[in-house]
């Protein structure tokens, strides 16, 4: 009963920073030179029918009055018409969310299995050879552009092997799925992954030299208890929360990725709008990423309350 409390708490809290979301979003949109109106119709086009156009759009009203025409909208969840491919927004949304939604998951899941093992076996042999080669690794990664690497492996292992498509998007079997996939997602869990071993590898460091790790180890329990229920189970309470950071990172970062790969998520959706200067498609994504953000962070605290019983929600 206190946890379904606690989230109900948390998702009226998620309505002010929405509303904030909101109007920094449609400020930052309208103010941004340039007359969408004009960009739809044409540099040919006579100013009578940019005029017309303007109107239609409802741009002639004052800009406070657009705004709670647009908040009005965003409550009964009409997002509006894309002005660039004249269809419904949320058909739009739903059609590419979930291109981004399974990249970003498959994404984190490459991180993880990547950063837990590596952490791990990292902190657990600090200062050795395998802890500085996988140190060296970690910073080589932070330092490559994500945009670099895809290239990178575009041309390796599309243009010279072969084995992989360059970009594009076949969802007819799991397998051409997979393969359009593998590029991009290996592209952007390499800074996660990296981010993580870090951390894991850290909180692992200073666990070990906790007093009740001695203690399980005096009371006779195996090596695989020890590692299990007091070093593993207790360094992984960091890793949680910094992996929500970078689950929302990643989503931010499919403009770049979904761009370069040529997959028809939101994050190209994005890149696409912003440059058609489509103010309604814009004020949605932005929208439905701080809505996904913050569903990221209400999950991560209460997976806390599992992972360390001594959290309280």
């Known amino acids: 009963m206190r946890r379904l409390t606690y989230i109900l708490k948390r998702i009226l809290q998620m309505i002010p920073v929405l509303l904030i979301v909101t ?40 800009l406070w009055e657009q705004y709670i025409i647009y908040l ?15 269809r419904p927004v949320a058909d739009l949304l739903l059609e590419r969310m979930p291109v981004t939604i399974v990249l970003t998951l498959f994404s984190t899941l490459l991180g993880l299995l ?12 600090k200062d050795t050879t395998a802890d500085h080669a996988i140190r060296l690794s970690t910073l080589i990664a932070i330092a490559m552009p994500s945009f670099w690497i895809g290239l990178l492996l575009m041309i390796l ?15 007819s079997t799991p397998w051409t799925m997979f ?10 869990s390499l800074m996660t992954a990296a981010i993580l071993i870090r951390d894991m590898r850290n909180s692992v460091v200073d666990i070990i030299k906790q007093d009740y790790v001695d203690f399980a180890r005096s009371k006779g329990l195996s090596a ?23 689950m929302a990172a990643l989503l931010g970062g499919s403009v770049i990725i979904e761009s370069v790969f040529s997959l028809p998520g939101i994050g190209k959706l994005t890149y696409e709008a912003i440059s058609a200067r489509d103010y309604t498609v814009v004020q949605s994504v932005v929208f439905v990423f701080a809505a996904l953000v913050l569903a990221i962070n209400l999950l991560t605290d209460i997976l806390y309350s599992f992972l360390d019983p001594r959290v309280s929600l």
Request: with cysteine; aromatic share 6%; proline share 6%.
């Open 114 to 125: 990547f950063a837990l093992p590596l952490g791990y076996i990292s902190g657990l042999h």
């Open 157 to 171: 292992f599309s243009v010279k092997l072969k084995w992989l498509p360059a970009g594009g998007w076949d969802p």
């Open 224 to 246: 695989s208890a020890v590692r299990n229920r007091h070093i593993l189970r207790n360094s992984l309470v960091s890793t949680v929360t910094l992996l929500s950071m970078r």
């Open 179 to 188: 393969k359009c996939l593998i590029m991009p997602a290996f592209t952007q």
């Open 72 to 86: 009005k909208n965003l409550v009964t969840l009409d997002l509006g018409t894309s002005l660039k491919y004249s």
């Open 23 to 62: 109007i920094i979003t449609f400020l930052m949109i309208h103010l941004i030179p340039g007359d969408p109106a004009r960009i739809l119709a044409g540099e040919k086009a006579r100013e009578s029918v940019v005029e017309a156009l303007r109107v239609k759009m409802g741009l002639d009203k004052p």
